[in-house]
């Protein structure tokens, strides 16, 4: 197992946000966070690397307690992409540069300059380097930061809401890409999302989420109408276009 | 995949990016190269008139006693508390407008230079230590300048204080730590004015014109203890690089970085706060360099922090030593006020700036 978690729970001063979650997630799993909006989806996320604190639960991240970790320790095992990017004003090479950041004494080593190009590279903007990041389209922008986060050579990725601000080409290419870097690397992304054809597509763990709390999570055979009406309350079918199974509302 | 395969854009070549930043190395040499011309230039710029040679000599220690103390005493300490004040305000407002998000923020704008000019009203009329004096060029001279410096560093540290406490104990966001400091300002501003509505007009005549910036208030004392604090502030800075790097990525991203997000905002300001505290305390209120020598920067080299923080410093001395010469020689022998140069010349500089827009490489 990357990543286990126990009994975690979040509250803002007014309200509870998660209440004993529990889950984990092994190497190579794509596990694809799925709810309505405020289910506490993007909370959950930064419980697990500490952008926020949990008030209550553990996160295990290869049987080591993440609060017991130092912030820079868990940013070389961690890679986080937040739902929305600040505009920096830098180079693409210099934001993913930024990812060797937890490894940086004083001056980035040429083994980092190595690193940052191998990200760069294996998201295919390497052609892009010098370009100002507020220069590139949204779909590239997003190739940016999860290239950042590659440079971090964590062991778990998650990615707020990659897809949202994307259209339909660039929405299966960042996804697959996630999928790819998951399997090739041996680690393991945890990922919220709103299109559900676009989780069963390219996920292979699903955990819904339900005013806070685990309503279903497995492997797709969590992912029945029955459930997502549950959670979305709105009633759906899936069907199979070519093998590929389609969730659509009926 | 098909991507545009600019000459600007393209990393085939490994070299390209160290050619980059190459460029940007070569533009800080520039302008450290530029203030020592500038302080040549400075050194044989007065009222007193040397020649270069005398200048060299006395620069040698072989001068006439006129213009050994011409040199020693007045100008070195002045071209050198500029090249200080300006790198110290510089950076300082580099690392603020870094740690609180925000474009505008600045030595001036977060209410430290207010507060020190409440602190020297205070010393001055409250505490009598202004007077007027018949010398030729000052028309007004402060009686006890320690008191004036220690009001004014004490006001200035307290207004630091008070915005650093509330952010720790309401977990203030940088938005409201500007608007905090803009609240500030207004109350030191209305201290400052029920203060000389009470006082006389001498008092009032010697308290203004302490917030007139200027460089020859300091001897070597001072500028020894200015250039001890930038020295220090700058490396700290510059240990933290990586942080305002990761910070301009936005809050969440940099903690996932691995950075302690509060501590290291908590350090910026209070380390910035205090060099700002201690040049306006010394020289009175220069205004601007603090907000517009990052700006500069920002706009020709970018805003990654690794190279951003040496050319803040560089160019905050560099407006500041060409301001303070300008100031001197333009109707010599009355020495302009320092500050109002600076915006002066660098308020139309940085709106051509922004009209032009960013450097794209």
Not at chain 1, 106 to 113: I, R
Not at chain 2, 17 to 37: D, W
Request: charged share 15%; hydrophobic share 50%; net charge positive.
């Amino acid at each position: 197992m990357i990543l286990s978690v126990k009994g975690l729970a979040f509250q803002y001063p007014s309200r509870e946000v998660l209440q004993d979650i529990n889950f984990t997630v092994a190497k190579g799993d794509f596990l694809a966070i799925l709810g309505v909006n405020g289910a506490g989806k993007s909370t959950l996320l930064k419980c697990l690397n500490k952008v926020l604190s949990p008030h209550a639960g553990t996160v295990f991240i290869r049987e080591e307690d993440t609060g017991k970790l130092s912030r820079r320790e868990l940013a070389k095992r961690i890679g986080y992409v937040a739902q929305r990017q600040e505009g920096a004003f830098a180079t693409v090479f210099d934001a993913v540069l930024l990812g060797r950041k937890p490894y940086i004494q004083w001056e980035a080593s040429q083994k980092d300059l190595e690193i940052t190009r191998k990200a760069l590279k294996s998201l295919d903007l390497e052609g892009y380097a010098l370009r100002y990041l507020n220069e590139l389209s949204g779909g590239e922008q997003q190739k940016v930061v999860i290239a950042r986060a590659l440079a971090q050579e964590p062991e778990l990725l998650l990615l707020d809401e990659p897809t949202s601000s994307l259209d339909l080409k660039n929405q299966l290419e960042v996804a697959k890409i996630v999928r790819n870097v998951v399997q090739d690397n041996q680690m393991c992304a945890v990922v919220t999302m709103h299109d559900l054809n676009l989780a069963i597509r390219y996920a292979n763990k699903f955990l819904l989420l339900k005013n806070g709390v685990i309503f279903a999570a497995g492997g797709l055979e969590v992912m029945t109408p029955e459930n997502i009406e549950s959670v979305y309350a709105v009633s759906v079918k899936i069907k199979e276009i070519e093998d590929i199974p389609v969730v659509v509302p009926v | 995949m098909k991507h545009k395969q600019t000459d600007a854009g393209n990393l085939q070549e490994k070299d390209s990016y160290h050619q980059y930043t190459h460029k940007k190395k070569v533009v800080i040499l520039v302008l450290a190269f530029l203030i020592v011309l500038l302080a040549i230039a400075a050194v044989n710029a007065g009222s007193f008139n040397l020649n270069p040679l005398q200048v060299i000599q006395s620069l040698l220690g072989k001068g006439s006693d006129a213009s050994s103390v011409v040199i020693w005493q007045i100008r070195m300490p002045r071209i050198l508390a500029a090249i200080t004040a300006g790198a110290g305000l510089a950076v300082a407002g580099c690392v603020m407008q870094n740690n609180l998000r925000n474009p505008l923020a600045a030595p001036d704008t977060l209410g430290v230079s207010h507060a020190a000019a409440f602190g020297a009203n205070i010393a001055i009329i409250v505490l009598g230590a202004g007077s007027i004096s018949s010398t030729s060029t000052d028309a007004v001279t402060i009686n006890n300048p320690y008191l004036v410096t220690l009001c004014a560093f004490a006001c200035s540290m307290a207004a630091t204080l008070v915005i650093l406490l509330l952010a720790r104990i309401r977990g203030f966001s940088p938005e409201a730590m500007i608007l905090a400091g803009v609240a500030l300002n207004s109350l030191f501003m209305a201290g400052t004015i029920l203060i000389q509505y009470f006082a006389s007009d001498v008092q009032v005549a010697a308290a203004v014109f302490w917030t007139f910036g200027d460089l020859g208030r300091v001897a070597w004392r001072e500028v020894l203890i200015l250039a001890c604090l930038v020295i220090f502030a700058f490396i700290y800075f510059l240990f933290k690089r990586w942080d305002y790097n990761a910070l301009d990525s936005g809050e969440e991203t940099a903690k996932s970085l691995g950075v302690n997000v509060k501590r290291v905002r908590q350090g910026g300001m209070f380390v910035s706060a205090l060099i700002a505290s201690v040049a306006v305390s010394f020289l009175g209120i220069i205004g601007f360099v603090g907000l517009i020598a990052p700006q500069i920067m920002r706009r020709i080299i970018g805003g990654d922090h690794r190279y951003l923080i040496p050319a803040s410093a560089l160019m905050g001395s560099v407006l500041m030593l060409f301001s303070d010469t300008i100031a001197r020689t333009m109707v010599a022998p009355v020495v302009l006020p320092v500050g109002a140069i600076t915006s002066f010349f660098g308020a139309p500089l940085f709106l051509y700036l922004l009209v032009r827009g960013y450097q794209r490489r």
